[in-house]
């Protein structure tokens, strides 16, 4: 843009607006959503290694720092899901003729039920 | 935040503008002046498509709320973006291939990363982040489809 003063931008925008904070932290989970990703490859490359390799890493995941480790990226992912759920209401709207479902019922509908449906599938899938 | 200030108060608002502009805010078909047929007719539920995204005021709030805006030149804007998106919406309209070949080179909507700001702060609730993500996914579709089959194909 043209003009003659730009107001400069620090590094530390983010502190400007509580929003603004809302977002780097939102945006930050997606770091423990991948970490646990990389665990999950991990723990499948030693199930391909054999039994020995995969018992020897199963101990290993059990100790107190990974126990943390996990806890840690659950919470980060549970607080990833719940914020795009959020505003998935907003970038995919459910029209019913003239009228847009409201925002927490097409959060329930597009987010919500969908993830616990997955969720129960698996569960069930697993305790069979 | 974010516009250039010329003295005190003033803000230059040329860029905004320019960016106001490029994305062709005006219906766009064949026969925009064949009145032949009558009015071109529009059920209240298309109305609804685009109305909320209809009501802006050009207050500029959400480029001053918008953290990108401030950082990327090449980004279109929230209240650029989501008018570009309103007329997309419009059934009357014909002209969307040509507002997503501006909206989506570069930047021009890909430099939003849905921090939200513009959407708290409109005061006519447009929710101009919603539009964003909506013709975000609307660009994502075309860029396989012209992938797929590209322009001067005949599809």
Redesign the interface.
Known sequence: ???????P?GWA??LE?P??IR?MVR?LTSFFVAGYLIVLLVTLGRLGGGEAAFAEWLSALSGPGWMLAHVVALIAAVWHSITWFA?V?????V?L????LPAPLAAVVMGYGPWLTVTAVIVWWVLR | MNFPVERDLVVSLDGFMDKLEAVKPYIIRDDVNDTSGGEFLQSPAELAQYKQYSMCINCMLCYAACPVAGHEDEFLGPAALALGHRYNKDSRDQGQAERLDVMLVGEAIWGCTFVGECTVVCPKHVDPAGAIQQAKAVGAQEFFKRFVAPKGAGV
């Not at chain 1, 209401?89 to 709207?93: F, G, V």
């Not at chain 1, 003729?97 to 847009?100: N, Q």
């Open positions: 843009m043209s003009g003659r003063y730009h107001r931008h925008w983010f607006r929003g603004y977002f945006e505003v209401p907003q970038a995919m709207p029209y003729g003239e009228k847009k």
